[in-house]
């Protein structure tokens, strides 16, 4: 829901350079790449000899992300 929030927020939005004084259009949208289902990648966690899932940390579908300024979600 807040990652939708974003995109929604910042698709369309225009954006001036300041050192050509042109305005450009940012697009923001869901990115369709050849991911994995969700049955795969539960399948290659849970075989996988290198990954310890229960331990914090080790699951590779796990991203952690802090510290960004609030307002360029307001």
């Not at 050192?19 to 795969?40: I, N, V």
């Amino acid at each position: 829901a807040i990652a939708r929030s974003c995109l929604t927020r910042l698709d369309n939005t225009l954006i001036r350079m300041e050192s050509t004084g042109h305005d450009f259009r940012l697009r923001a949208a869901d990115a369709k790449l050849p991911y994995p289902t969700r049955t795969e990648w539960e399948t290659f966690l849970r075989e996988s000899k290198s990954m310890n899932e229960p331990k914090p940390g080790e699951r590779a579908d796990t991203i952690h992300i802090e510290g960004l300024p609030i307002r360029w979600f307001q």
